[in-house]
């Protein structure tokens, strides 16, 4: 039933993030460069509007409000770069923020929060986007060059396969896991089903890979595989699946529905199925090990999920090249930047 509900709620992110006018501010020009400082003593703004300085990471901050978001922001949802800069102000070293989202706070109905990501480089290089979901540890540090002119829908969908190679391992991992620290029947089940999907979906997006002249990635071999403690396996489930992997749910839902080539469309909303399922699978495992962990340790989770969803904006940032736009369906980075939103939203609940 919790499941139903975490689908529920991604499914109406999806719809709402459809029904947006095509406009939108993030994405927009680079802020200018300068270190990624962790002292950011950037002032409030100079409005009526009680505002107060929340978290301050690096490369992201969030302040808080009281009263209506358009009112206090002088917009809603998300900002262009100019306004940014007016509401987020700089980092302390100068930082120009790149992308900023305001909305309601979501626990107190007469507050709002205002997100500020710096997302250029030196904060986060630039990583092209691999839509693929949940990456084994060993995955993390993977990137991908430009592909080459011309060849930009198989290359990508050569990269997804890769990816999507990598989830195998990394819900095996999982269940090996799950079991060890005696978590339900439910989830293992879950997960050994999710094991299975992954290896389908190697074998369709290979199939788009090729259909688009490319030969799909081979996957990065598997080291030894150990059982790690609690705290581990909550953190690296708390921003693979919770962030990343929800991220590739709703994009591959995304495509599912935008994607003008018709064998692109069919084979994504075959992959979102699983992939929502998924998601509902991450927030599960998610509740399951919070409740088992410290505040402290749960505290850090949560630092971790944050920084996870500035990196992804990042990564977000640019719109995709114009065919995978069109025939693979890839969002543009406004709607990108919305469906991360959804994901933002949820961490703290
Ligand atoms: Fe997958
Ligand atoms: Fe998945």
């Known amino acids: 039933m919790r499941d139903a509900k975490r689908i529920s709620y991604f499914r109406r992110a999806i719809l709402l993030t459809l029904a947006l006018p095509a406009c939108g501010g993030s994405g ?12 950011d003593e950037t002032a ?63 626990v107190d109905a007469s507050a709002g929060t205002l997100s500020c990501y710096a997302t250029t480089s030196p904060c986060h290089p630039a990583v092209p986007p691999g839509n693929g979901g949940r990456r084994p540890g060993y995955f993390a540090s993977l990137g991908f060059g430009p592909p080459a002119a011309g060849r930009e829908l198989g290359t990508h969908f050569a990269r997804v ?46 199939a788009l890979a090729r259909r688009f002249g490319e030969e ?57 199925r699983d992939e929502m399922r998924h998601l509902a699978l991450a927030w599960a495992v998610h509740s399951w090990a919070k409740g088992r962990l410290a505040p402290d340790a749960r505290a850090r989770i949560l630092d971790a999920q944050r920084d996870a969803v500035a990196t992804l904006r990042g990564e977000l940032r640019a719109d995709p090249h114009g065919a995978l736009a069109r025939e693979a369906g890839l969002p543009r980075s406004y709607q990108s930047q919305a469906l991360v939103h959804a994901i933002e939203s949820k961490l703290a609940g």
């Open 44 to 106: 409030l703004p100079a409005t009526a509007c009680s505002w107060a300085p929340g978290v301050r990471n690096a490369c992201d901050w969030y302040l808080t409000f009281v009263g209506d978001p358009t009112a206090c922001a002088g917009f809603n949802g998300s900002g262009t770069a100019a306004e940014c800069l007016v509401v987020c102000g700089r980092t302390g070293t100068g930082q120009a923020p790149d992308s900023c989202y305001v909305g309601p706070d979501g």
């Open 161 to 206: 396969a890769c990816m999507e190679a990598g989830s195998i391992e990394a819900f095996r991992s999982m269940r090996h896991e799950l079991v060890a620290h005696g978590a339900s029947k439910r989830l293992v089940r879950a997960a050994e089903r999710a094991i299975r999907d992954e290896m389908r979906h190697v074998r369709q997006t290979a």
């Open 216 to 272: 799909p990635i081979a996957p990065l071999p598997v080291p030894p595989r150990t059982i790690r403690p609690l705290f581990e396996m909550a953190l690296e489930n708390a921003v693979e699946g919770c962030v990343r992997e929800t991220y590739s749910a709703l994009e591959c839902a995304w495509q599912a529905e935008v994607a003008t080539d018709p064998v692109v469309r069919t084979t994504m909303k075959r992959i979102a």
């Open 28 to 39: 927009g020009s680079p802020a200018d460069g300068g270190e990624g400082g962790t002292q």
